[in-house]
Protein backbone atom coordinates (compact mmCIF):
# COMPACT_ATOMS: atom_id res chain seq x y z
CA UNK A 1 0.00 0.00 0.00
CA UNK A 2 2.89 2.22 1.11
CA UNK A 3 4.38 1.73 -2.42
CA UNK A 4 1.54 2.48 -4.18
CA UNK A 5 0.97 5.88 -2.57
CA UNK A 6 4.40 6.92 -3.07
CA UNK A 7 4.26 5.97 -6.78
CA UNK A 8 0.90 8.03 -6.34
CA UNK A 9 2.70 10.65 -5.02
CA UNK A 10 5.68 10.44 -7.34
CA UNK A 11 3.54 10.92 -9.94
CA UNK A 12 1.63 13.93 -9.28
CA UNK A 13 4.62 15.69 -8.54
CA UNK A 14 6.22 15.27 -11.83
CA UNK A 15 2.63 16.17 -13.77
CA UNK A 16 3.43 19.63 -11.51
CA UNK A 17 6.85 19.96 -12.53
CA UNK A 18 6.21 19.05 -15.97
CA UNK A 19 3.02 21.38 -16.07
CA UNK A 20 5.25 24.10 -14.08
CA UNK A 21 8.09 23.36 -17.01
CA UNK A 22 5.89 24.37 -20.32
CA UNK A 23 3.65 27.09 -18.16
CA UNK A 24 3.79 29.92 -20.28
CA UNK A 25 2.63 33.50 -18.77
CA UNK A 26 -0.65 34.62 -20.91
CA UNK A 27 1.08 36.48 -24.51
CA UNK A 28 4.08 34.95 -23.79
CA UNK A 29 5.76 32.27 -26.57
CA UNK A 30 7.06 28.88 -25.89
CA UNK A 31 10.71 28.03 -27.39
CA UNK A 32 9.18 26.83 -30.69
CA UNK A 33 6.40 29.40 -31.03
CA UNK A 34 9.37 32.18 -30.59
CA UNK A 35 11.50 30.09 -33.50
CA UNK A 36 8.33 30.23 -35.85
CA UNK A 37 7.81 34.04 -35.18
CA UNK A 38 11.60 34.86 -35.78
CA UNK A 39 11.04 32.90 -39.18
CA UNK A 40 8.11 34.78 -40.10
CA UNK A 41 9.76 38.26 -39.18
CA UNK A 42 13.44 37.04 -41.15
CA UNK A 43 10.93 36.53 -44.38
CA UNK A 44 8.63 39.63 -44.10
CA UNK A 45 11.74 41.31 -43.96
CA UNK A 46 13.44 39.57 -46.80
CA UNK A 47 9.85 39.88 -48.91
CA UNK A 48 9.52 43.36 -47.87
CA UNK A 49 8.85 45.38 -51.08
CA UNK A 50 11.60 48.67 -51.74
CA UNK A 51 8.66 51.37 -52.14
CA UNK A 52 10.57 53.47 -54.02
CA UNK A 53 11.54 51.07 -56.53
CA UNK A 54 8.46 49.89 -56.74
CA UNK A 55 6.58 53.13 -57.34
CA UNK A 56 9.43 54.62 -59.73
CA UNK A 57 10.25 50.74 -62.04
CA UNK A 58 13.74 51.74 -61.33
CA UNK A 59 16.20 49.98 -63.97
CA UNK A 60 19.26 47.76 -62.43
CA UNK A 61 21.69 50.70 -63.39
CA UNK A 62 19.85 52.92 -62.03
CA UNK A 63 19.82 51.21 -58.86
CA UNK A 64 23.32 50.41 -59.14
CA UNK A 65 23.97 54.10 -59.26
CA UNK A 66 21.57 54.65 -56.10
CA UNK A 67 23.66 52.67 -53.63
CA UNK A 68 26.65 54.35 -55.43
CA UNK A 69 25.41 57.66 -54.69
CA UNK A 70 24.45 56.34 -50.93
CA UNK A 71 27.26 54.82 -50.05
CA UNK A 72 29.98 56.85 -51.87
CA UNK A 73 28.24 60.45 -51.16
CA UNK A 74 30.29 62.14 -53.99
CA UNK A 75 28.85 62.63 -57.00
CA UNK A 76 30.01 64.91 -59.77
CA UNK A 77 27.66 66.78 -61.68
CA UNK A 78 26.79 67.32 -65.02
CA UNK A 79 25.82 70.32 -67.40
CA UNK A 80 23.43 71.00 -69.80
CA UNK A 81 25.95 72.18 -72.87
CA UNK A 82 24.41 75.35 -74.69
CA UNK A 83 28.70 76.10 -76.75
CA UNK A 84 30.74 73.61 -77.82
CA UNK A 85 34.72 74.07 -79.03
CA UNK A 86 37.22 72.36 -80.47
CA UNK A 87 39.96 74.57 -80.98
CA UNK A 88 42.01 71.63 -83.54
CA UNK A 89 39.27 71.83 -85.96
CA UNK A 90 38.36 75.77 -85.76
CA UNK A 91 34.64 74.58 -84.32
CA UNK A 92 32.53 77.34 -81.99
CA UNK A 93 29.10 76.46 -82.10
CA UNK A 94 25.81 76.98 -80.30
CA UNK A 95 24.17 73.45 -78.65
CA UNK A 96 20.20 72.94 -79.19
CA UNK A 97 18.50 70.05 -77.13
CA UNK A 98 17.55 67.58 -79.77
CA UNK A 99 15.59 63.85 -78.75
CA UNK A 100 14.48 60.53 -80.39
CA UNK A 101 12.73 60.82 -84.11
CA UNK A 102 9.83 59.19 -85.51
CA UNK A 103 11.98 56.72 -87.13
CA UNK A 104 14.13 55.91 -83.91
CA UNK A 105 16.96 58.08 -84.93
CA UNK A 106 18.45 60.35 -82.85
CA UNK A 107 17.26 64.15 -84.45
CA UNK A 108 20.07 66.34 -85.92
CA UNK A 109 19.66 70.48 -85.53
CA UNK A 110 18.29 71.57 -88.86
CA UNK A 111 20.82 74.74 -88.95
CA UNK A 112 24.18 72.71 -90.58
CA UNK A 113 25.82 75.08 -88.20
CA UNK A 114 24.43 74.20 -84.62
CA UNK A 115 25.36 70.57 -82.90
CA UNK A 116 22.35 68.54 -81.31
CA UNK A 117 22.87 67.40 -77.33
CA UNK A 118 20.82 64.42 -76.75
CA UNK A 119 18.75 65.46 -73.83
CA UNK A 120 17.04 62.12 -72.85
CA UNK A 121 20.39 60.61 -72.87
CA UNK A 122 23.09 61.21 -69.96
CA UNK A 123 24.44 65.20 -69.58
CA UNK A 124 28.16 65.10 -69.63
CA UNK A 125 30.04 65.26 -66.85
CA UNK A 126 27.94 62.45 -65.57
CA UNK A 127 29.38 58.81 -65.92
CA UNK A 128 27.18 57.96 -68.81
CA UNK A 129 28.11 58.43 -72.31
CA UNK A 130 26.64 61.74 -73.14
CA UNK A 131 26.31 62.17 -77.26
CA UNK A 132 26.66 65.59 -79.45
CA UNK A 133 25.73 65.16 -83.03
CA UNK A 134 25.84 67.48 -86.07
CA UNK A 135 26.04 67.47 -89.92
CA UNK A 136 29.48 66.66 -92.38
CA UNK A 137 27.75 68.46 -94.74
CA UNK A 138 24.90 69.67 -97.12
CA UNK A 139 23.52 70.52 -100.56
CA UNK A 140 25.99 73.94 -100.14
CA UNK A 141 28.82 72.11 -98.88
CA UNK A 142 30.67 71.63 -95.45
CA UNK A 143 28.85 71.46 -92.28
CA UNK A 144 30.13 72.31 -88.55
CA UNK A 145 31.26 68.52 -88.12
CA UNK A 146 33.25 68.44 -91.68
CA UNK A 147 36.58 68.16 -90.02
CA UNK A 148 35.85 66.08 -87.16
CA UNK A 149 37.70 62.95 -88.37
CA UNK A 150 41.02 65.18 -88.57
CA UNK A 151 40.51 65.34 -84.83
CA UNK A 152 43.25 63.68 -83.09
CA UNK A 153 43.98 61.50 -79.32
CA UNK A 154 44.39 64.54 -76.51
CA UNK A 155 42.81 67.38 -78.83
CA UNK A 156 40.23 69.11 -76.81
CA UNK A 157 36.33 69.64 -76.52
CA UNK A 158 35.19 72.85 -74.62
CA UNK A 159 31.66 72.97 -73.43
CA UNK A 160 29.88 75.45 -72.11
CA UNK A 161 26.55 75.93 -70.11
CA UNK A 162 24.43 78.82 -69.80
CA UNK A 163 25.78 79.98 -66.54
CA UNK A 164 29.41 80.02 -68.28
CA UNK A 165 30.73 76.97 -66.49
CA UNK A 166 33.07 75.13 -69.19
CA UNK A 167 34.03 71.87 -69.00
CA UNK A 168 36.83 70.23 -70.80
CA UNK A 169 36.90 66.62 -72.54
CA UNK A 170 40.12 64.97 -74.01
CA UNK A 171 39.73 63.01 -77.10
CA UNK A 172 40.50 59.10 -76.59
CA UNK A 173 39.39 57.28 -79.88
CA UNK A 174 37.85 57.30 -83.26
CA UNK A 175 35.50 54.77 -84.47
CA UNK A 176 34.16 54.16 -87.91
CA UNK A 177 30.49 51.70 -87.85
CA UNK A 178 28.12 51.30 -90.78
CA UNK A 179 24.99 53.97 -90.32
CA UNK A 180 22.91 50.85 -90.18
CA UNK A 181 25.00 48.38 -87.50
CA UNK A 182 26.18 50.91 -84.65
CA UNK A 183 26.43 49.85 -81.31
CA UNK A 184 23.70 51.90 -79.98
CA UNK A 185 24.22 51.27 -76.39
CA UNK A 186 28.42 51.90 -76.30
CA UNK A 187 27.22 55.02 -78.04
CA UNK A 188 24.67 55.91 -75.61
CA UNK A 189 24.37 54.04 -72.77
CA UNK A 190 25.51 53.75 -68.95
CA UNK A 191 29.38 53.37 -68.31
CA UNK A 192 31.32 54.26 -65.23
CA UNK A 193 33.30 56.77 -67.26
CA UNK A 194 32.42 60.59 -67.78
CA UNK A 195 32.10 60.24 -71.53
CA UNK A 196 31.54 62.35 -74.12
CA UNK A 197 30.48 61.09 -77.67
CA UNK A 198 30.43 63.41 -80.84
CA UNK A 199 28.93 61.41 -83.70
CA UNK A 200 28.53 62.54 -87.39
CA UNK A 201 28.21 60.99 -90.89
CA UNK A 202 30.76 59.95 -92.89
CA UNK A 203 31.89 57.65 -96.14
CA UNK A 204 30.07 57.56 -99.38
CA UNK A 205 26.40 59.45 -99.76
CA UNK A 206 24.37 56.79 -100.80
CA UNK A 207 21.79 58.83 -102.68
CA UNK A 208 18.70 55.87 -103.00
CA UNK A 209 19.20 55.52 -99.08
CA UNK A 210 19.37 59.56 -98.66
CA UNK A 211 22.23 59.05 -96.03
CA UNK A 212 25.91 58.61 -95.57
CA UNK A 213 27.32 54.56 -95.35
CA UNK A 214 28.98 54.77 -92.30
CA UNK A 215 28.61 57.10 -88.88
CA UNK A 216 32.03 58.44 -86.81
CA UNK A 217 31.85 58.29 -83.10
CA UNK A 218 35.09 60.31 -81.64
CA UNK A 219 35.15 59.27 -77.92
CA UNK A 220 36.50 61.87 -75.86
CA UNK A 221 36.21 61.64 -71.19
CA UNK A 222 35.91 64.32 -68.85
CA UNK A 223 39.61 65.99 -68.07
CA UNK A 224 39.14 66.02 -64.42
CA UNK A 225 40.20 69.30 -62.69
CA UNK A 226 41.91 68.58 -58.98
CA UNK A 227 41.29 72.14 -58.04
CA UNK A 228 37.43 71.39 -57.94
CA UNK A 229 35.82 69.56 -55.23
CA UNK A 230 33.41 67.01 -55.99
CA UNK A 231 30.20 67.61 -54.58
CA UNK A 232 28.96 65.99 -51.82
CA UNK A 233 25.37 64.79 -51.88
CA UNK A 234 22.96 65.07 -49.22
CA UNK A 235 20.40 62.88 -48.70
CA UNK A 236 18.16 65.38 -46.81
CA UNK A 237 18.55 67.47 -49.63
CA UNK A 238 14.78 68.42 -51.78
CA UNK A 239 15.42 68.16 -55.31
CA UNK A 240 13.46 71.01 -57.31
CA UNK A 241 9.98 71.37 -58.60
CA UNK A 242 9.08 70.36 -62.04
CA UNK A 243 8.56 73.69 -64.66
CA UNK A 244 6.66 74.30 -67.53
CA UNK A 245 3.33 72.36 -66.73
CA UNK A 246 0.67 72.52 -69.53
CA UNK A 247 -1.89 70.96 -70.86
CA UNK A 248 -2.84 69.92 -74.31
CA UNK A 249 -6.10 67.79 -75.23
CA UNK A 250 -5.81 64.66 -72.71
CA UNK A 251 -2.30 65.47 -72.10
CA UNK A 252 -0.85 67.00 -68.98
CA UNK A 253 3.15 67.85 -69.78
CA UNK A 254 6.09 69.55 -67.87
CA UNK A 255 9.83 69.51 -68.34
CA UNK A 256 11.87 67.11 -66.85
CA UNK A 257 14.29 68.19 -63.22
CA UNK A 258 18.13 68.49 -64.51
CA UNK A 259 18.90 66.68 -61.54
CA UNK A 260 20.75 62.74 -61.67
CA UNK A 261 19.32 61.99 -58.22
CA UNK A 262 15.66 62.32 -59.42
CA UNK A 263 13.98 58.87 -60.06
CA UNK A 264 10.54 60.30 -60.94
CA UNK A 265 7.28 62.22 -60.59
CA UNK A 266 3.79 62.43 -58.95
CA UNK A 267 0.60 63.96 -60.19
CA UNK A 268 -1.68 65.33 -57.84
CA UNK A 269 -5.36 66.41 -59.10
CA UNK A 270 -7.58 68.46 -57.35
CA UNK A 271 -10.92 66.82 -56.20
CA UNK A 272 -14.24 68.07 -55.67
CA UNK A 273 -13.66 69.68 -52.49
CA UNK A 274 -10.29 71.49 -54.29
CA UNK A 275 -7.97 68.83 -52.42
CA UNK A 276 -5.06 67.39 -54.54
CA UNK A 277 -4.29 64.05 -54.07
CA UNK A 278 -1.67 61.79 -55.79
CA UNK A 279 -3.20 59.81 -58.52
CA UNK A 280 -0.06 58.97 -60.38
CA UNK A 281 3.66 58.63 -60.81
CA UNK A 282 5.89 58.48 -63.67
CA UNK A 283 9.58 56.94 -63.93
CA UNK A 284 12.18 59.44 -64.90
CA UNK A 285 12.69 57.36 -67.66
CA UNK A 286 9.42 57.93 -69.33
CA UNK A 287 7.89 60.40 -71.12
CA UNK A 288 6.89 63.73 -68.87
CA UNK A 289 3.24 63.26 -69.99
CA UNK A 290 0.28 62.37 -68.49
CA UNK A 291 -3.39 61.19 -70.05
CA UNK A 292 -6.36 62.23 -68.12
CA UNK A 293 -10.22 62.76 -69.76
CA UNK A 294 -10.51 65.40 -67.35
CA UNK A 295 -7.23 67.31 -68.13
CA UNK A 296 -9.18 71.07 -69.78
CA UNK A 297 -11.16 70.70 -66.52
CA UNK A 298 -8.91 69.95 -63.62
CA UNK A 299 -6.44 71.13 -61.46
CA UNK A 300 -2.87 69.56 -61.23
CA UNK A 301 0.44 69.72 -59.70
CA UNK A 302 3.53 67.90 -60.09
CA UNK A 303 6.46 67.16 -58.02
CA UNK A 304 9.78 65.18 -58.31
CA UNK A 305 11.11 63.31 -55.98
CA UNK A 306 14.89 61.79 -55.69
CA UNK A 307 16.53 58.40 -54.97
CA UNK A 308 16.24 59.26 -51.25
CA UNK A 309 12.59 59.48 -51.44
CA UNK A 310 12.38 63.37 -50.80
CA UNK A 311 9.33 64.90 -52.53
CA UNK A 312 9.85 68.48 -53.87
CA UNK A 313 7.28 71.11 -53.52
CA UNK A 314 4.26 71.53 -56.41
CA UNK A 315 4.94 72.71 -59.14
CA UNK A 316 2.72 75.53 -60.25
CA UNK A 317 -0.57 74.76 -60.16
CA UNK A 318 -2.29 74.17 -63.53
CA UNK A 319 -5.78 75.87 -63.40
CA UNK A 320 -8.67 75.56 -65.87
CA UNK A 321 -9.60 78.97 -66.53
CA UNK A 322 -12.81 80.30 -65.45
Known sequence: MKKVLLLVVGAIIW???????????????????KE???????VEEIEKPDVLSDEFLLLD???????????SQNVQEGMEPVQVEIPAIDVKADIENVGVLENGQMGVPEDINKVGWFEPG????TKGN????GHVDSKTGPAIFFYLEKLSKGDEIILTDKEGEKMTFIVTRKERYPYNDSPIEKIFGPTDSRTLNLITCVGTFNRSKGTHEE??????ELKEDPSKEKKEVDPNEVPDAPTNLSVSGNFLSWHAVRDENVVGYRIYKADAYGVYKQIESISNLERKSFSDPDASTSSYYVTSVNIFGNESAPSKKMTPEK
Open 15 to 33: LVLAGYNNYTEPGTNTAVE
Open 36 to 42: QTNAELE
Open 61 to 71: DQKNKIEEAKE
Open 122 to 125: FKPG
Open 130 to 133: AVLA
Open 215 to 220: RLVVST
